[in-house]
């Protein structure tokens, strides 16, 4: 029978069961017939391991061949989740693996189950990646992905009795990585500290000493959907050169000896947990810089393999940079190409310039990576060296276009001024590439009238872009909702919408057809019941299936205003306890859903996890509500959960102050699996019609407005909100437990309610009250639900990678022939 990759047919499933056997009793040495879920679900990832490999050879010998522009995407986040599900989906060998495993008696889904989430990103940013990747493979683009290989991904969350996050280790790697290649032959050097010598007469400097270590390299081949190409991602691990400093050792000095190789396994160590939040340490530009070096240096070796001039490099290569994270790599080209390869600075400064784009996420103020000037000169002095020469001569360019004037200049420097000096990395970013994008159309153009306000006028307008961002439909339909692929499958006549979400607009008007939204409530009733058996299993809460599932599932934090939902799920409990059975009868019964994670060292969005599990005990044993209204928190959010609640969801709640949240992406996942968006006005009501949509509160413009008046010219919150002054009160009284426990979070809104939540809270209950209305007509409401979903193919990250290959990176598609 045919073990070897090359010969197994797709189709056939005993072949495909021989290649699972023989990896039992190869790779993972044991006997056939001793063979627990676990070993099966290793030996089945190493047989799909085997055809990836196969299709990562072939892409890499066609893209060798042919010398292709390459675009290369440098994200410290990569959250991928689960691999074995998505990888034989895309392969076109699902059912065959199915067989296969049945055929050893096994139920693949209880393979699926044994995987663990390879989770190496907070959230949105880190989703965005690995949804990207699988576009740029499955749009056959020559692209890698470049990132950390941690060996703690983002932390576990747990719950207290009394509700409060805890934090435990995710030991991901404890277990094999069955998913990744090591590349123990692929290491580069890395310098951290040491001292620079300048080189007489030339722009060259010597940097030595200090500590060195090795970066080494970690492959996951990455499938495209029906197509035989594989991108991948290269992650970088953190080694010391040696085992010990032989000269401390020889000393006597023992514990000299291998402190050095404790601080160099530190740097891959762990996953900053923190999102949309800055945090200045060192450790932190150790991996940012471990990590774009070690890229850079094998992305050019690439390069200088094809044997062309320097001033070529931006016709073979574009690198396009997830945020500010990888901006140090800037310097590092330039270091690269001054010191070490000779080119005169200001050539080196043309190349460098034509090979970066930049996108940011954020245009809050505590995401912007800013670095205490004292500690980037201690780890990374030759880079400070040409950071100042870099800001020289721009500084200078400003300077010549407006003379005198110092106030720009003190705005725009990459360097900010003050007691202590900082690095301004978005600033740098902007200064060295040539494009730089926001997420969103209304995020890139807040970008452009406020935080980036001067460099559009210096670059101008072309220089800043948009590029919309998007989620797979892949793992985000076809995955994680088998049944809605199926029916839009069959409804086609083709499986096309997988490759071009467009198609999806074909169906819009099957919003009218009976028998169509018979099918569509049946199977949005199947996924709720498959997530009411979990809640019921993992967190007893015996849920409604009849109600109206609101998912608000995102990380905790102010802005996303998790606060104002809570609140409003008080007053709603409130309503219903004083409610006579005859106005009990007309109200409609939610189950409100919140999962996430908030950074460790966030207080206050911790605080907020408390009062929800709270506020759901309460709500969940209070037999006198029967079954009106449910309150669930999730615990460990992660993407395969969100697998599991997003196709169950009615009502995605968006609830982020306007203007603040630069795109958001589980909205858009929640709206293609047909939940209904309540939210604060974006642009996803544009594309699915406001009329789909439940919007309400302020908008972005009137944001500075209302915070100015919150707290120079405050109102009372009885005046300002008299709902939500009647909830606090609630809360006072000591239902939800102690009051003492939430009022520092009670007092932000007391206080400057910098997140507009009493002002947004009338506007939201109305809003809900909108929802309820359209619920109790069913036809309506599975009309919407059906209109929602298929206007969302705009929002296929296939049409955004798609968007930056023509607009941004200007790499072509280069399929492996069959
Ligand atoms: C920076 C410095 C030090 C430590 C951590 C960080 C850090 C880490 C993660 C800063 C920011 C992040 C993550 C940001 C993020 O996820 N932003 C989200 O990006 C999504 C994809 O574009 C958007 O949809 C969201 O709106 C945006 O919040």
Request: net charge negative; charged share 25%; aromatic share 10%.
């Amino acid at each position: 029978t045919a073990l070897d990759a090359n010969d197994v047919d797709p189709e056939d499933a005993q072949g495909v069961a021989n290649t699972v056997v023989h990896h039992i009793t190869t790779s993972l040495a044991r006997q056939a017939g001793n063979m627990d879920t676990l070993a099966a679900y290793q030996a089945t990832a190493l047989s799909v391991r085997d055809q990836l490999i196969k299709r990562w050879n072939e892409t890499t010998t066609y893209h060798t061949s042919r010398a292709p522009k390459r675009i290369y995407y440098l994200s410290i986040e990569w959250l991928i989740g689960r691999s074995l599900d998505n990888a034989v989906l895309n392969l076109g060998m699902r059912n065959t693996y199915e067989d296969a495993t049945r055929k050893l008696g096994f139920n693949f889904e209880d393979l699926l189950n044994e995987e663990r989430d390879a989770a190496l990103g907070n959230g949105g940013l880190g989703r965005l990646a690995a949804c990207y990747i699988d576009s740029m493979a499955t749009l056959c683009l020559p692209g890698w992905g470049y990132g950390l290989r941690y060996n703690y991904g983002i932390f576990k969350q747990l719950l207290s009795s009394t509700g409060e996050q805890l934090e435990a280790p995710d030991p991901w790697l404890d277990r094999e990585n069955p998913w990744e290649i090591p590349r123990l032959d692929v290491a580069y050097p890395i310098r951290f500290y040491g001292h620079v010598e300048s080189v007489p007469n030339s722009d060259k400097a010597v940097w030595q000493g200090g500590m060195e270590c090795l970066a080494v390299a970690y492959d996951t081949p990455i499938p495209g959907y029906a197509t035989k190409n594989c991108a991948n991602i290269r992650l970088w691990s953190a080694k010391p050169v040696q085992g010990f400093d032989l000269n401390s050792f020889n000393a006597g000095n023992y514990e000299a000896s291998v402190q050095a190789s404790s601080e160099v396994g530190n740097i891959t160590q762990v996953l900053y947990p923190n999102d949309n939040m800055y945090a200045g340490k060192l450790l932190r530009l150790q991996q940012q810089y471990l990590w774009t070096s070690a890229s850079l240096q094998d992305i050019l070796r690439r390069f200088l393999k094809l044997d062309k001039p320097w001033s070529q490099l931006s016709d073979f290569i574009c690198i396009q940079m997830n945020d500010t994270h990888p901006t140090i790599a800037i310097a590092e080209l330039m270091r690269i190409l001054v010191d070490e390869e000779d080119v005169p600075y200001d050539q080196a400064w043309k190349i460098t310039t034509k090979v970066f784009a930049y996108t940011n996420h954020t245009v809050l103020p505590e995401a912007l990576e800013k670095w205490e000037l004292s500690l980037f000169e201690k780890l990374l002095p030759r880079h400070l060296q040409l950071i100042y020469r870099i800001n020289y001569e721009f500084m200078g360019q400003v300077a010549k276009r407006w003379p005198n004037d110092m106030d720009r200049m003190r705005r725009m420097s990459i360097i900010e001024e003050g007691t202590p000096k900082y690095v301004r990395m978005a600033h740098l970013a902007i200064v060295g590439s040539f494009k730089v994008n926001g997420v969103a159309e209304l995020h890139s153009q807040l970008l452009q009238s406020t935080i980036f306000r001067d460099f559009v006028e210096f670059k101008g307008r072309d220089f800043f872009t948009n590029v919309t961002n998007g989620i797979t439909p892949r793992r985000w339909v076809l995955q994680c909702n088998p049944e809605l692929a199926e029916l839009v499958t069959h409804t086609l006549g083709s499986d096309q919408w997988l490759t071009n979400a467009q198609l999806l607009r074909n169906l819009l008007p099957m919003a009218e057809d009976v028998n169509f939204r018979k099918a569509w409530d049946v199977i949005k009733k199947n996924n709720k019941r498959r997530l009411a058996d979990v809640l019921e299993e993992e967190l007893g809460i015996l849920v409604n299936v009849d109600s109206i599932f609101a998912c608000q599932i995102k990380r905790m934090h102010e802005y996303k205003r998790q606060t104002l939902n809570i609140f409003a799920i008080i007053h709603r409990y409130m309503q219903i306890k004083k409610a006579t059975p005859e106005e009990r009868k007309k109200m409609q019964p939610w189950t409100f859903i919140f999962a996430g994670k908030a950074a460790p060292g966030y207080y206050i969005a911790k605080l907020v996890i408390r009062l929800i599990v709270n506020v759901g005990k309460v709500i969940n044993n209070d037999l006198d509500i029967g079954d009106l209204l449910n309150v669930c928190f999730i615990p460990d959010y992660s993407v395969s959960i969100a697998e599991v609640l997003i196709p169950a969801a009615d009502v995605s709640v968006q609830i982020s102050t306007a203007g603040t949240e630069a795109s958001g992406t589980s909205n858009m996942k929640l709206a293609i699996n047909g939940a209904l968006l309540l939210g604060t006005v974006d642009e996803i009501a544009e594309d699915a019609g406001e009329d789909q949509c439940f919007m309400f509160g302020h908008l972005a413009d009137q944001v500075q407005q209302v915070r100015f008046n919150n707290s120079y010219n405050p109102i009372p919150l009885d005046q300002r909100s008299p709902e939500l002054a009647e909830v606090f009160k609630y809360i006072e009284s000591g239902v939800f437990g102690d009051a003492h426990i939430y009022e520092s979070l009670t007092k932000t809104v007391y206080e400057h309610d910098y997140y507009l939540v009493s002002n947004d809270f009338g506007s939201y209950l109305a809003a809900q009250k909108l929802v309820d209305d359209v619920w109790a007509n069913r036809d309506e409401w599975t009309k919407k639900a059906i209109l929602t979903a298929f206007a969302m193919g705009d929002f296929s990250s296939d049409r955004s990678v798609q968007d930056y290959a023509d607009g941004i990176w200007g790499v072509e598609s280069e399929r492996v022939p069959e």
